[in-house]
């Protein structure tokens, strides 16, 4: 392994892109700590370290997992590379409601290229509804959830013309990540989007690991990191694990030239979904967290008794209805996400096109219902496993004293060993392309 590292930085070309990429990510962290203009950093580092010794999550807790610790800091980068996950899954389910987006998608790159334009528009605008909402957030005094010191009212300043360049501040930080993230899958190495929230994921673990050590001891802090490295080596195992249908094309002859004959497969991934059914239940469970802040009671008044029954069962991830309405909604989502994205019609069409068949199946309808059948049983054990992982965050803040960004669990693991396994296959294909011994045996 150290020899194989060590060809990396010997290879000119790829140790330039290597330290391209390394130079964006040390931006991009630099970024999450610089503040916005007009907001009080003094005031904001009260509350956050108040925030952390309470021990309660507040309204963008989970959503500041994503964002490195940034959102909560309300720095120039707050809002991260939340805004650009959100367009990109809007963009792609809107190909199923906008026959244009599919005629695009099926274009090839120029449609592909038109797409991406869609979602860099779409990106900026749902930055500028994201921020003015966090701002408005920070003004109410509500941003650190039950925390109320005098500190956490005074974040921002009120003036109309202030809240403005707040917004226009954050939007451009926006803009600035979707670029460094466009640099570096053009000129690095990776997935430059997935590398970003994967830089933003892993800042967050020494803190929220640190939280366990100082509310439960190091005994405890240990037993974590154990279970921890198991949770790994069964996600990898997991992410790695696919049903490969076999696929046999006949032969066929073309003028003097004999094409087909070969054999392949279809590899059908245990989580074909990803990480999109758990981003998809938390911004879910989001929203009614949301409506309850901005209908909070005035002084002296009651609360109405929606927000009181919300305010106790779907909040805070330690309670039961909260749980089993997560689990339920990464189950449903990633039914609905793998019907999306993989369909047995147009692959078994595909197939049929040029001649491919299922050994023992027939071409057509007799493979699609096939393909169907068996997409329908590995989602069901692929969404059981989703949704397990997803849980390990809420019984970590259960039982160890955890936050709700809890790392050995949820999006947040699911994505560091995707994005790890995918960039490590990248500079592995690189370093065989130049005729190396790659990083994997």
Request: glycine fraction near 10%; include cysteine.
């Amino acid at each position: 392994m150290f020899s194989a590292i060590g060809r990396i930085f010997r290879t000119p070309d790829l140790r330039r892109k290597i330290v391209f990429t390394l130079g964006i990510v040390a931006l991009f962290r630099l970024g999450s700590f610089v503040p916005t203009p007009f907001v009080d950093f003094n005031n904001v580092q009260v509350c956050l370290a108040s925030n952390a010794n309470s021990g309660t999550a507040g309204l963008y807790d989970m959503v500041n997992l994503f964002s490195g610790g940034a959102l909560l800091q309300l720095s120039i980068f707050a809002l991260g590379i939340m805004p650009y996950i959100t367009a990109s899954i809007i963009t792609q389910l809107l190909r199923v409601v906008i026959p244009h987006f599919e005629t695009l998608h099926k274009e090839g790159q120029a449609g592909q290229a038109k797409l991406t334009q869609y979602t860099r528009y779409l990106t900026i605008a749902l930055a500028v509804l994201q921020s003015t909402t966090l701002i408005t957030v920070a003004r109410s005094g509500q941003l650190f959830g039950s925390l109320s010191n005098q500190a956490c009212q005074n974040l921002v300043a009120q003036e109309w013309w202030a809240i403005l360049i707040m917004i226009i501040t954050m939007t451009a930080g926006t803009g600035l990540i979707m670029w460094f993230g466009e640099m570096i899958t053009e000129r690095g190495v990776g997935n430059g989007m997935s590398l970003l929230i994967f830089t933003s994921i892993a800042a967050s673990f020494p803190g929220a690991l640190w939280v366990i050590k100082e509310e439960r001891g190091w005994e405890v802090f240990f037993f974590v990191i154990l279970v921890g490295m198991v949770v790994i080596g069964a996600v990898v195992f997991v992410e790695q694990s696919q049903r490969r249908i076999p696929v046999q094309y006949a032969k066929r002859v073309v003028g003097r030239r004999t094409y087909g004959g070969s054999s392949t497969y279809i590899p059908i991934k245990v989580n074909m979904a990803g990480v999109i059914p758990v981003i998809f239940a938390s911004a879910i469970l989001y929203l009614p967290m949301l409506l309850a802040q901005f209908n909070q009671p005035k002084a002296g008044e009651e609360p109405a008794a929606w927000v009181v029954w919300v305010q106790n069962n779907l909040v805070y991830g330690d309670q039961p209805l909260y749980m089993l309405v997560f689990f339920l909604l990464v189950i449903g989502f990633t039914f609905f996400y793998v019907q999306i994205t993989f369909n047995p019609e147009e692959v078994a069409d595909n197939m049929k096109k040029y001649s491919g068949f299922i050994p023992g199946i027939r071409a057509g309808r007799p493979t699609a219902e096939y393909l169907n059948y068996v997409l329908t049983r590995i989602t069901s054990a692929g969404s059981l496993y989703l949704g397990v992982i997803a849980l390990l965050p809420l019984v970590a803040l259960s039982f160890f004293g955890a936050n709700q960004n809890f790392p050995f669990g949820g999006a947040s693991i699911l994505i560091i060993v995707g994005v790890g396994l995918e960039t490590v296959k990248q500079i592995d294909a690189q370093l065989q392309q130049r005729h190396y011994e790659g990083l994997l045996k």
